[in-house]
């Protein structure tokens, strides 16, 4: 299929053009000059601001290449996806019809000035998301083993050429690309942030706003945080009060909503195009308060409670002696969610329980985890699962200090979101205007500043699976709002991702990001200002 655009781009307006030339036309007539001198040779491009860090990267800027109008963009492979990537491709170098780079698929021969994308299942040493890309004065040229490599050479090409390019409505205009030869994968598997859309619901044209942003610096998961105490947002056709009644509110009363069946398929397709996968949420036992007020036979005194507007935590819970009406819910939530997520992974929170004794919610993990099981899902869950008896396939997401050596030492894997470092919805310092600080100011030193290899005592990296930054929605209201507390403090979590440790820095770091802040303003990011972009 053709891809949108790959993002909301700010629009350039010609009024500028046609003002400069009615200014042009009323000037003076000019007086007799010396001689005009030559002007100087144009310089070269600058080297530039790489983010995540590749792994391998050689500038070469006598090698620059120019990608004007008459280059096309040549796919080595018949390969439906990698024809894919090149469309996509095409849409961010094209500004209109006539301009738009032409996609060809195998072509007998590829002229000067192009783009070449090729697919070389030999290439081991690049993995599922390695890259190679070369830039000389005649082509670029991305190889890659599999797609989702072909995917993320994209995004390094798209940083090479001038943020100019994210202006959907410039002028048709040339490109000057420095020469550069480029090896680069990843250092975890999972990269990705969570999104709460509970709390305050996010309709799906902001999502796919997001999952752009997210794709733009190669992180590959999408945590959608789809159920709390405020509100439920995901249609269970088996228990339709879920989003009737569930779905109606958010934080402080107004608005709610939910996504369809038909959107959530969707948003799932949308970001598989760009290869995040969508990871979702159902959270229990406790922060359930919108299910049980949907549902009276979910609460043991068979009364359905008031729904609830507030950001307190803690205080709802399933009803445990409701055994069969309990895990016949759970069952057919896990099922008809999953039937809709072709991902493998579920996520059963399992955060905050105060209701339950330990030894009941330790006995509910277990057996939910062997229902995620029978849906053909592996189960996510936060922290606090850890000291159940699961098995090694169970994800363990860190949070808080909590007993993760434990369950790295049964086989488990690790998704760091450590609060002080990672959780978006922090505010960067006091007078950052929305945001918590429950776990401390982030600024973004901070979120960088750090190794996630090294950062649980008796966890080795290799137990790791990788990195994921929350975003809780507590004082979030729009869009703007998600992506101020997300940037910049996420490109740098993209970094620590993606990036070899031994590649990494916060002084290089820091010079790379403030090459950044012209994309974001060409994409219109409403990002923090922090001190240490200036």
Not at 180 to 208: N, T, Y
């Amino acid at each position: 299929m053709t891809p949108v655009r790959p993002i909301n781009r700010r629009r350039s307006h010609g009024a500028l053009l046609a003002a400069a030339l009615v200014l042009g036309a009323c000037a003076p007539a000019a007086r007799p000059t010396a001689p005009t001198p030559t002007p100087p040779p144009a310089r070269r491009p600058a080297a530039p601001s790489l983010v995540p860090m590749p792994a391998s990267v050689r500038f070469a800027p006598a090698d620059t290449f120019t990608l004007d109008t008459t280059a096309i963009i040549a796919v080595m492979s018949a390969d439906g996806e990698a024809v894919r990537i090149g469309r996509y491709l095409a849409g961010i170098v094209g500004t209109t019809a006539t301009t738009t780079p032409r996609v060809l698929s195998r072509p007998d021969a590829v002229p000067p000035g192009s783009i070449e994308l090729a697919l070389e299942p030999g290439r081991a040493d690049l993995g599922d998301e390695g890259y190679e890309l070369t830039v000389d004065r005649q082509r670029a040229r991305i190889a890659a083993r599999a797609p989702a490599g072909l995917f993320y050479g994209v995004q390094t090409f798209r940083q090479l050429m001038p943020a100019s390019v994210e202006y959907t409505a410039a002028l048709p205009r040339a490109f000057r690309v420095p020469g550069a030869h480029i090896v680069d994968r990843p250092r975890f598997p999972w990269r990705g942030a969570m999104l709460d859309v509970a709390r305050h619901f996010r309709p799906p044209a902001d999502v796919k706003r997001f999952i752009d942003l997210l794709a733009l610096y190669k992180l590959n998961r999408l945590h959608l945080h789809l159920a709390d105490d405020q509100g439920w947002r995901i249609e269970i056709p088996s228990w339709p009060n879920l989003t009737k009644i569930g779905g109606s509110t958010q934080v402080g009363g107004l608005g709610g909503g939910f996504y369809t069946r038909a959107d959530y398929a969707d948003l799932v397709q949308y970001a598989r195009d760009r290869f995040i996968t969508l990871v979702p949420e159902i959270d229990m036992p406790g922060h359930i308060n919108a299910a049980m007020a949907s549902y009276p036979e979910l609460n043991c005194d068979g009364v359905a409670p008031p729904l609830y507007t507030g950001t307190r935590v803690g205080f709802s819970a399933l009803c445990l002696a409701r055994d069969s009406i309990t895990y016949r819910f759970i069952d057919d939530v896990v099922r008809e969610i999953g039937g809709i997520t072709p991902g493998d992974y579920f996520h059963i929170g399992g955060d905050e329980v105060e209701k339950l004794t330990h030894e009941q919610y330790r006995g509910f993990v277990e057996r939910v985890a062997g229902i995620v099981q029978a849906h053909g899902k592996r189960m996510i869950g936060w922290g606090e699962i850890a000291p159940a008896n699961l098995p090694g396939s169970v994800i363990v997401q860190h949070w808080r200090p909590d007993s993760s050596a434990i369950a790295a030492a049964r086989g488990s894997k690790i998704i760091l979101s450590p609060g002080k470092k990672m959780y978006l919805d922090m505010q960067y310092d006091g007078d950052t205007p929305i945001g918590l600080h429950w776990a401390g100011f982030i600024d973004l030193k901070l979120a960088y500043d750090w190794d996630p290899g090294s950062y649980i005592a008796g966890v080795p990296e290799s137990a790791i699976l990788g990195l994921e930054a929350p975003l809780w929605s507590e004082t979030i209201g729009t869009i703007s709002d998600v992506e101020y507390l997300a940037f910049p403090r996420l490109v740098a979590i993209a970094e620590r991702a993606w990036s070899p440790a031994n590649r990494t820095g916060w002084d290089d770091f820091r010079a790379r990001l403030r090459g950044q802040v012209p994309r974001w303003k060409a994409l219109g990011v409403n990002y923090y200002d922090a001190p240490q972009l200036r």
